[in-house]
Nanobody, 127 residues
Framework: QVQLVESGGGSVQSGGSLRLSCEFR????????MGWFRQAPGKEREGVAS???????TYAESVKGRFIISHEKAKNRQYLQMNSLKPEDTAMYYC?????????????????????WGQGTQVTVSS
């Protein structure tokens, strides 16, 4: 049984940094499409960043140059380093993964394509 567990959220002032971590418990697949999504109050969930097992990445325009997605296959973990945080980055952040997505679909960050989701971790950025 696969379980994704996020950690690392919290409150930070504008301009600060946070690093989110996601542990893939029970993950036995040899490849994965991994992603981070977020949902702010009153808004739809949106893709933030995704990466495949080869390390190819994509980012939402709103976070390009500020966020970095990475993963450690040996530890079954993925990370989201968030720098220069802005109040508009405030949201619940979700880790997601799927074992079947090919690179092109993985980088499209379509919510419906991801089979596994974490419970979310709150990020709050104050001005």
């Amino acid at each position: 049984q696969v379980q994704l567990v996020e950690s690392g959220g919290g409150s930070v002032q504008s301009g600060g940094s946070l690093r989110l971590s996601c542990e893939f418990r029970g993950w036995t697949y040899t490849s994965a499409c991994m992603g981070w999504f977020r949902q702010a109050p009153g808004k739809e969930r949106e893709g933030v960043a995704s990466t495949d097992s080869d390390g190819t990445t994509t980012y939402a325009e709103s976070v390009k140059g500020r966020f970095i997605i990475s993963h450690e296959k040996a530890k079954n973990r993925q990370y989201l380093q968030m720098n220069s945080l802005k109040p508009e980055d405030t949201a619940m952040y979700y880790c997601a993964a799927d074992e079947l997505l090919l690179q092109r679909r993985c980088l499209e960050m379509a919510i419906a394509d991801f089979d596994y989701w974490g419970q979310g971790t709150q990020v709050t950025v104050s001005s």
